[in-house]
């Protein structure tokens, strides 16, 4: 017998398709004007300044280095984990 659990099955598959498609659909494409050198991990600053340019309220990361500004930012924008943003959503 096959192992399903925490397999997704193919209704919910098209569903998580159809919402990666909507969010890329709203999507656009920013060129950062202003450099930002905040983070530990320098490579991470280009995401800020994503962020900067783009006038995002939020970031959903991961990243330990990101994380760690948590509240420590010079602009407005609210660092958060997925799991921290699907809690507040």
């Not at 659990?5 to 193919?10: L, P, S």
């Amino acid at each position: 017998m096959l192992e399903l659990e925490g397999k997704i099955d193919h209704p919910q598959l098209k569903s998580l398709i159809s919402g990666i498609a909507a969010f890329v659909a709203r999507a656009s494409i920013v060129q950062p004007k202003k450099r930002v050198l905040i983070c530990r991990d320098t490579e991470d600053n280009m995401l800020l300044e994503c962020c900067l340019e783009a006038r995002a309220h939020t970031l959903i990361t991961g990243d330990k280095d990101l994380l760690a500004l948590k509240g420590n930012l010079p602009f407005d924008l609210k660092i958060l984990t997925p799991r921290d943003f699907i809690e507040e959503v």
